[in-house]
């Protein structure tokens, strides 16, 4: 029997060539140093050129305070140019905001007229109030603009009679804006135009004491100063009780006389 010889496990044939090792890399070189130093001078020149923020604040500081001191120089009451103030920065306002509407009689406001530094000052035209609390030194005691103060004062707003017309009653005011009767001269004129004349001088008067005392509330309603905090409650038909108050001899004296017809 023939013998059965077991093959030896075949064997992945070798390169001939002989594995080369990795040749590891070559180290970076380091980087020269500057063949030239830099000097002291070159130092100093360099530390002298530079800004920094601190110096930029400085300059911005300067300049804020120089505008300011110029601008009250100028205009004597205001450090920034007079400028209107943002409401919502103001104290007031939003203490008006947050305490809503208010309503006082003509009798309660009289409380707030500045006597009481614990109280905002208050001034009423027209039948609504206003908060004048940022003008102290103008309408608190001592003020220039005092008698505005805890008060409706309409009336004097346009007939500029500030001891007599602290009133909110307008009647009769508009006689203020017509003109005087003279015989001489409405003699020149016949019945007939004479009355169509006095019906038109009526309509103009009374549109002028519309147009005076739209110049003041248009005034505090734009105004950022000061702040619209409520209305003054009266009765019902209060303008058309009592008698109406005299023309104060101010406005008195403004009217004119009536001018001749032309021709004549």
């Known amino acids: 029997m023939t013998e059965l010889r077991q093959r030896p496990p075949s064997q992945a044939p070798q390169s001939s060539q002989p594995s080369q090792p990795s040749q590891p890399s070559e180290p970076s070189q380091p980087s020269k140093p500057s063949s030239k130093p830099i000097s002291i001078s070159a130092l100093a020149k360099r530390e002298d050129t530079s800004i920094s923020v601190l110096d930029i604040c400085r ?3 300067f300049l804020v305070l120089a505008s300011c001191t110029l601008s009250y120089f100028i205009t004597k009451e205001s450090a920034v140019w007079n400028m209107k103030r943002p409401a919502f920065t103001r104290f007031e306002a939003w203490r008006s905001w947050v305490s809503g509407p208010q309503q006082h009689t003509d ?15 208050l001034l009423a035209l027209n039948g609504t109030i206003y908060d004048v609390s940022a003008g102290r030194r103008h309408y608190g005691p001592g003020g220039s603009y005092h008698f505005f103060a805890g008060a409706d004062a309409s009336r004097a707003f346009v007939t500029s009679c500030f001891q007599t017309d602290i009133t909110p009653d307008m009647r009769g005011v508009e ?7 003279d015989p001489e001269i409405d003699a020149l004129y016949t019945k007939r135009e004479l009355k169509i004349l006095r019906q038109k001088e009526a309509r103009s008067a009374k549109e002028e004491v519309r147009k005076a005392l739209k110049h003041w509330v248009d005034f505090f309603e734009g105004s950022r100063k000061y702040f619209k905090v409520g209305t003054v409650k009266r009765e019902k038909g209060w303008e058309n009780r009592g008698e109406p108050p005299e023309l104060c001899e101010s406005a008195q004296k403004q009217r004119k006389p009536r001018p001749r017809p032309e021709g004549k």
Not at 107 to 115: I, K, P, T, V
Not at 175 to 181: S, V
């Open 175 to 181: 006689t203020m804006f017509l003109p005087l009767d």
């Open 107 to 121: 009798a309660s406001l009289r409380a707030y007229d500045g006597s009481d530094p614990t109280l905002p000052i």
């Open 59 to 61: 300059v911005l500081v």
